[in-house]
T-cell receptor, first 110, second 113 residues
């Protein structure tokens, strides 16, 4: 089964800030990625963290704390088009195994 | 343009038949992956391959088979042993030196009729 835990659904208002959390298993952990998927489409890459701290890419930022086995994706200045599913994905050790969480469905309201 | 191509986009299969889903990439990536996605669910790893002529089972490999005879190709066969094959199948690839970003194909939607 999935070893990454995310909230199943989050709702926020246009223009607001939302944080999507992800906890992962520690065995063989190499890095944490985030992906966006619109209904019926393919996932697209947003951000990646291998070291502790914050990575900022435009309106999206991602944070990692290895000591807590925890990361989050921060979306600022929310737009209606940000309504989608967001997945955290764990890269494990040297085997290149890439495991995805169950996803968080974000609904942005006017 | 470099990318990853899956075909067909939609596929219908009769019960008891094997079907093969195609995945081709021209990104020169070493690692390739197959995922299954059910409605409203996450991506579950079926098989992955680090290099040519080598592949490993993921979390839900039963009822599926793969081959990796060429670097750019990683076809997935859904066999009759897979009891519930109706799903959305996604193929992905990564640069083995970086592993930071996976590129996905547009997916194949398989329906058993």
């Amino acid at each position: 089964g999935q070893s990454l835990e995310q909230p199943s659904e989050v709702t926020a208002v246009e223009g607001a800030i939302v944080q999507i959390n992800c906890t992962y298993q520690t065995s063989g952990f190499y890095g944490l990625s985030w992906y966006q998927q619109h209904d019926g489409g393919a996932p697209t890459f947003l951000s990646y963290n291998a070291l502790d701290g914050l990575e900022e890419t435009g309106r999206f930022s991602s944070f990692l704390s290895r000591s807590d086995s925890y990361g989050y994706l921060l979306l600022q200045e929310l737009q209606m088009k940000d309504s989608a599913s967001y997945f955290c994905a764990e890269v494990r050790d040297s085997s290149y195994k890439l495991i995805f969480g169950s996803g968080t469905r974000l609904l942005v309201r006017p | 343009d470099g990318g990853i191509t899956q075909s067909p986009k939609y596929l219908f299969r009769k019960e008891g038949q094997n079907v093969t889903l195609s995945c081709e990439q021209n990104l020169n990536h070493d690692a390739m992956y197959w995922y299954r996605q059910d409605p409203g669910q996450g991506l579950r790893l079926i098989y992955y391959s680090q290099i040519v002529n080598d592949f490993q089972k993921g979390d839900i490999a039963e009822g599926y088979s793969v081959s990796r005879e060429k670097k750019e190709s990683f076809p997935l066969t859904v066999t009759s042993a897979q009891k519930n094959p109706t799903a959305f199948y996604l193929c992905a690839s990564t640069d083995s030196a970086m592993m930071t970003e996976a590129f996905f194909g547009q997916g194949t939607r398989l329906t058993v009729v």
